[in-house]
């Protein structure tokens, strides 16, 4: 099994930054497409960002220019740093993994249980 652990989230003021990250831990084989969703009340869940294993990043539109994905693949780490939030980023961000565990070696995808970012106006 493979799981997911974020942290970083919390309450900032519109116009600051947040940095989270998520951790990938269990009996993994390789680590494909890592990602950013979000969800806030009364919403579908949505696309924020994604990187590939060789670093190949993409970004919903509403969060380009503002939010940096990255990884570590030695870590089993991808971070999301946010920078210039808006009260519309306030939401709860989930981190997700395409990934194998060491027995089945198959990729299914894999979720945190997220973590609430608050943007006060």
């Known amino acids: 099994q493979v799981q997911l652990v974020e942290s970083g989230g919390g309450l900032v003021q519109a116009g600051g930054s947040l940095a989270l990250s998520c951790v990938a831990s269990?009996?993994?084989?390789?680590?494909?497409?890592m990602g950013w969703y979000r969800q806030a009340p009364g919403k579908q869940r949505e696309l924020v960002a994604t990187?590939?294993?060789?670093?190949?990043?993409n970004y919903a539109d509403s969060v380009k220019g503002r939010f940096t994905i990255s990884r570590d693949n030695a870590k089993k780490m991808v971070y999301l740093q946010m920078n210039s939030l808006k009260p519309e980023d306030t939401a709860v961000y989930y981190c997700?993994?395409?990934?194998?565990?060491?027995?089945?070696?198959?990729?299914?995808?894999?979720w945190g249980q997220g973590t609430q970012v608050t943007v006060s106006s």
């Open positions: 997700n993994a395409y990934a194998a565990d060491a027995y089945r070696r198959v990729l299914r995808l894999y």
């Open positions: 990187v590939s294993s060789s670093g190949s990043t």
């Open positions: 269990g009996s993994i084989f390789s680590i494909d497409v």
